[in-house]
């Protein structure tokens, strides 16, 4: 019940469209009834009920409500017959007529009003949920996406989104809208006849019992039917982004047995859902048609035996009860449907109630540039205690000078970048920027101070020039050439088929590896940030490309504090200072002519790489 209050919320905006449709459902729900009254006295003259004899004078109302509907019935024929008398019983039978089919004209135009108006709503709420979602996505931490499938998250955004919309949202209306024309109708039946009424009401709740039955199962089959969709994005997304590696290993078997294999799940949960919620509906009209059968023949035993009620009475009883079918199969159907949608209504509030790890204090402290210095205090960091992946980490980086870490794969080199970039928080001691724990610091700001290059570019199906723009939104044309020219891009994207304004492709595709990183320099460079993160951005490149980027690296880390993650060792020679790690723990630091004194690991990794 706590998650239908939650996605009301999304509702709220949108309650103009949600009190119009109500307004005009009940408007529905009204002439529907007055529609069916508006036939009593047609049938009165029909089945000559209505005569001269019967009302010689007007009917007077005893001020009893049980009477009310006696009264009202009495005072129609009543007048019915001084208009026979004036006009003739045919012209009043075509005016009757005529009223009737007015009645359910305007009966029919509120109902399309009602679902004219709910139609806003539900796209409104629908766009307002997915907007919501993809925020909340953006606010995510990156340790968030590293345990969940992409293709996962993207069938929340799409199909339980949809499911949502279409099965909880869409049944909101005839939730509230059809206990009142159940009610309503019913209270009519009860003045009409309260005998056959009670009777009647014997065999619904049977129907209701069964269908609940029916619809209590639907939400487990929804449930595994939604989580092998989004195992079905997931394979999907993984296909289309290792299209080389499938065709290089002849993978394509094997990649289509899983998809084979889970398509195969979601087909048989699939089935089973829509198995039983087709089941629902012709359940509730078998029992609706028994229940009609068994009045029409208590309300013949009435007229035949006991003459209790007139026949064009019993004809009414019978059209307003069978009014009732469709709002009680429609809210069966409605229960069904919401419980069907909430497992997907739980998948989405699941993304959107997701902890946010990374958050700030309650008073965090402003920050606009770095004074002093970067330091590590004793950090550790692990995702389990018994798997540590930093331990006692402690460094100093002044301002200006630039640090390299170098060790083998595996060593901490990377999580301590995701550190200082606060993707994550340290399990163990702090990081301080000028004596100040970054916790502390508003995470907006503090990432303003921030560049960060890595080994996979990641660039925007855009232009050259956008994707270079996002370092700073707001810098001028000039200042993005000057950016890309300090990148050594200039020269390159000058050549491209419309310059600037060329589209690089899905991830930057239709450039080189190294013409990708010199435009991910480039956007480091316009963003102009006082501590620059460099993470193995030279490591994929190749001899001539290494050579342009590690030119446009060295430019753009002049004056800057920087943090260098360095697989080459020949990238990192003219370090301020290196830091050796092994397994999480510093093992040697120093110069670079310093370490290789030393004969250590370094002067190890150097002569692996037959670097002098």
């Avoid at 075509?94 to 108006?117: D, E, H, K, P, V």
């Avoid at 800057?560 to 999480?584: C, N, P």
């Amino acid at each position: 019940m706590n998650q239908y209050i939650k996605i009301l919320k999304f509702a709220k905006p949108h309650q103009k469209y949600i009190y119009g449709s109500l307004f005009f459902n009940i408007m529905y729900s009204v002439f529907q009834i007055a529609s069916l009254g508006t036939i009593l006295p047609v049938l009165g003259m029909l089945f000559g009920t209505i005569t001269p004899q019967e009302y010689k004078s007007a009917p007077v109302y005893s001020g009893d409500i049980i009477d009310l509907f006696s009264y009202l019935k009495d005072y129609s024929n009543y007048y019915v017959q001084t208009l026979v008398a004036e006009y003739g019983s045919l012209k009043v039978l075509a005016w009757l007529c005529i009223i009737t089919s007015f009645m359910f004209f305007l009966r029919n135009a509120f109902r399309y009003f009602g679902s004219f108006l709910l139609i806003n709503y539900r796209v409104g709420v629908t766009k307002d949920l997915r907007g919501a979602m993809y925020n909340k996505i953006l606010s995510l931490p990156v340790s968030f996406f590293t345990e969940r499938r992409k293709g996962d998250l993207m069938s929340r955004m799409s199909n339980d989104v949809g499911e949502v919309e279409g099965n909880i949202l869409g049944s909101l209306i005839e939730l509230i809208n059809a206990p009142f024309m159940l009610i309503s109708t019913l209270v009519t039946l009860f003045f009409l006849s309260p005998e056959m009424t009670l009777f009647s009401l014997l065999v619904l709740p049977v129907m209701g019992t069964m269908i609940a039955l029916v619809g209590k199962s639907l939400k487990k089959d929804s449930h595994e039917a939604q989580n092998e969709m989004g195992t079905i994005f997931s394979i999907v997304d993984e296909t289309l982004k290792s299209s080389k590696v499938i065709k290089i290993f002849n993978a394509e078997k094997i990649l289509n047995t899983r998809f084979t294999n889970s398509m195969q799940k979601w087909i048989n949960s699939s089935i089973n859902l829509g198995r039983k919620k087709e089941l629902a509906s012709p359940m509730s009209e078998f029992l609706g048609s028994i229940t009609f059968l068994i009045i029409a023949w208590y309300g013949g035993k009435q007229i035949i035996v006991e003459q209790s009620i007139s026949p064009a009475d019993f004809l009414v009883f019978l059209g307003m009860f069978f009014q009732i079918l469709p709002p009680a199969k429609s809210l069966s159907a409605s229960i069904g449907n919401v419980q069907k949608g909430e497992a997907s209504l739980a998948r989405v509030m699941e993304i959107l109630e997701a902890d946010v790890k990374i958050d700030e204090v309650t008073n965090p402290v402003s920050i606009s540039t770095l004074n002093n210095q970067i330091e590590f205090n004793n950090i550790g960091f692990y995702y389990d205690k018994d798997h540590t992946i930093l331990k006692n980490f402690s460094i100093s980086i002044p301002k200006g000078k630039t640090v390299a870490l170098v060790g083998q794969s595996g060593s901490g080199k990377t999580t301590i970048a995701n550190l200082l970039a606060r993707f994550y928080d340290v399990s163990e001691g702090e990081i301080l920027i000028d004596g100040i724990n970054i916790r502390n610091l508003k995470l907006k700001e503090y990432r303003q101070l921030l560049g960060m290059v890595t080994q996979e570019s990641v660039l925007f199906n855009d232009s050259v020039y956008n994707n270079i723009l996002m370092g700073k939104p707001d810098a001028t044309k000039e200042e993005v050439i000057a950016a890309a020219k300090v990148a050594n891009a200039d020269a390159f994207i000058s050549q491209l088929p419309e310059g600037y304004s060329t589209n690089i492709g899905d991830d930057g595709n239709k450039l080189s590896g190294g013409q990708k990183q010199r435009v991910s320099i480039a956007r480091a460079v316009l963003k102009n940030p006082p501590i620059m993160i460099l993470d193995e951005a030279t490591s994929a490149l190749d001899t001539e490309s290494e050579r342009f980027v590690q030119d446009a690296l060295e430019k753009m880390m002049e004056n800057r504090t920087s943090l260098v993650i360095a697989h080459r060792l020949s990238t990192i020679q003219k370090a301020d200072w290196i830091i050796v790690m092994e397994k999480g723990d510093i093992v040697e630091q120093g110069t670079h002519h310093e370490l290789i004194a030393k004969k250590g690991m370094y002067n190890k990794l150097v002569e692996l790489q037959n670097f002098d």
